[in-house]
């Protein structure tokens, strides 16, 4: 079964803290995203990458930034967490193409900025 | 760009019942529409999607259709059970060349009561 990581489950953090977070997938996909889900406006794309070091802005890209150094692995980073940031982080991956529309999400990292 | 409207944003039923979620899309360039479900505490998980050069597929208790013309598709769950329980997201991806976008809808948090 494919595997999509998330290496913190729950984060808090205090507003202009640098955060950074985790995401590892195990099935060789060559693209892998950020999402952000809050209530009521459903999953809206942050960041994806579609090979290593490779980038494109999602929608909402404002205050974030992602590396990705290792096809399996593609990190998230707050540069300066702000309280607007708080919120369930959803990473994903994918076969590129057609297959593109076949995610495999992780569980989640809720982060808290206070 | 593409747009995915879903509706209802909130549905109830009782166990046994059928439960039917709508999705409009803008774009008639997208051509692949995958549903997915959501379980508390977890990532959205793909459970069936359909092409556009297919009006119907099924699987076990769920079904989704698909009416190109109208550019709305639909997933229908019957004999609803209480592990149902969860929110589920529609999703529209068109492709161009080798640039594919995934949109997705807002969700709907379905209940079932036993």
């Known amino acids: 079964d494919v595997k999509v990581t998330q290496s913190s489950r729950y984060l808090v953090k205090r507003t202009g803290e640098k955060v950074f977070l985790e995401c590892v997938q195990d099935?060789?996909?060559?693209?892998m995203f950020w999402y952000r889900q809050d209530p009521g406006l459903g999953l809206r794309l942050i960041y994806f990458s579609y090979d290593v070091k490779m980038k494109e802005k999602g929608d909402i890209p404002e205050g974030y930034s992602v590396s990705r150094e290792k096809k399996e692995r593609f990190s998230l980073i707050l540069e300066s967490a702000s309280t607007n940031q708080t919120s369930m982080y959803l990473c994903?991956?994918?076969?590129?193409?057609?297959?593109?529309?076949?995610?495999?999400f992780g569980e989640g990292s809720r982060l808290t900025v206070l | 760009g593409e747009n995915v409207e879903q509706h209802p944003s909130t549905l109830s039923v009782q166990e046994g019942d059928s439960a039917v979620i709508k999705c409009t899309y803008s774009?008639?360039?997208?051509?692949?529409f995958p549903w997915y479900k959501q379980e508390l505490g977890k990532g959205p998980q793909l459970i069936i999607d359909?092409?556009?050069?297919?009006g119907e597929k099924k699987d076990q208790r769920i079904a989704v259709t698909l009416n190109k013309t109208a550019k709305h598709f639909s997933l229908h769950i019957t004999e609803t059970q209480p592990e149902d329980s969860a929110v589920y997201f529609c999703a529209a991806l068109k492709g161009l060349g080798s640039n594919y976008k995934l949109t997705f809808g807002k969700g709907t948090l379905l209940t079932v009561n036993p």
């Open positions: 099935m060789d996909h060559e693209n």
């Open positions: 994903a991956s994918s076969f590129v193409g057609a297959r593109t529309g076949e995610l495999f």
């Open positions: 359909i092409r556009s050069n297919v």
């Open positions: 774009d008639s360039a997208s051509n692949y």
